[in-house]
């Protein structure tokens, strides 16, 4: 199957600084990612679109501004959570659309392993 | 999309099959389903997805009633290793923008 990358897969630190995560569809093109977050015990939270060549597109109550992402290619998209505090603290995880088929009747989404953050 | 209603947890057996269902009522014509499962502190997986006719994969089997209101996915001899989140997700395919809005799922223990 597709497989999606992301690195750091787990990173540290402190409060106030930013965080590059990366996500990257190793054996496809993706021209849509997508970039969720995951407190513990509870379900993932989609954080925003992110489609190649344009700007992302973000849920209600995501802040874009502290939440950067860049999707430069078919291939990578970046988040970066600016100024990071405490509470930014959490599991994030990226996902890629492939699209297959007949003139992209059917996609599905496929996840990377996640980037486990923590803002001390 | 429309909202799925699944179980929040169930038990099975290791080596039986793992029957999970999951509620879709208001589903669209144009809605497929899919199933995901999460591991613990791993990214979600892919599993299967179907829109009218029973779809079966190496993973899986998925049982979509003829009403299109309901679904079953079913492991046939489940393993620990398939301890994990299941969820079950009803979407639009073929949009620019779909994305995949997650529930909370059911939480499938496999027992040995």
């Known amino acids: 199957g597709a497989v999606v990358s992301q690195h750091p897969s787990r990173v540290i630190c402190k409060s106030g600084t930013s965080v590059k995560i990366e996500c990257r569809s190793l054996?496809?093109?993706?021209?849509?990612m997508f970039w969720y977050r995951q407190f513990p015990k509870q379900s993932l939270m989609l954080m925003a679109t992110?489609?190649?060549?344009?700007?992302?597109?973000?849920e209600q109550g995501v802040e874009k501004d502290k939440f950067l992402i860049n999707h430069a290619s078919l291939t990578l998209s970046t988040l970066t959570v600016t100024s990071a505090h405490p509470e930014d603290s959490s599991f994030y995880i990226c996902?890629?659309?492939?699209?297959?088929?007949?003139?992209?009747?059917?996609?599905?989404?496929?996840f990377g392993p996640g980037t486990r953050l923590t803002v001390l | 999309d429309a909202k799925t209603t699944q179980p929040p947890s169930m038990d099975c057996a290791e080596g039986r099959a793992a029957n999970l269902p999951c509620n879709h009522s208001?589903?669209?014509?144009?809605?497929?389903v899919y199933w995901y499962r999460q591991i613990h502190s791993q990214g979600p997986q892919y599993i299967i997805h179907?829109?009218?006719n029973n779809e079966t994969n190496e993973m899986a089997s998925l049982i979509i009633t003829e009403d299109r209101k309901s679904s079953t996915l079913i492991l046939p001899h489940a393993t620990l290793r398939d301890t994990a989140v299941y969820y079950c997700i009803v979407r639009v395919a073929e949009t620019s923008y779909d994305k995949v809005i997650f529930g909370p799922g059911t939480s499938l223990s496999v027992i040995p």
């Open positions: 208001t589903i669209s014509g144009n809605e497929y």
């Open positions: 054996d496809f093109q993706a021209t849509t």
């Open positions: 996902s890629a659309r492939v699209s297959f088929g007949l003139a992209g009747i059917t996609d599905t989404q496929y």
């Open positions: 179907g829109l009218k």
């Open positions: 992110s489609n190649e060549g344009s700007k992302a597109t973000y």
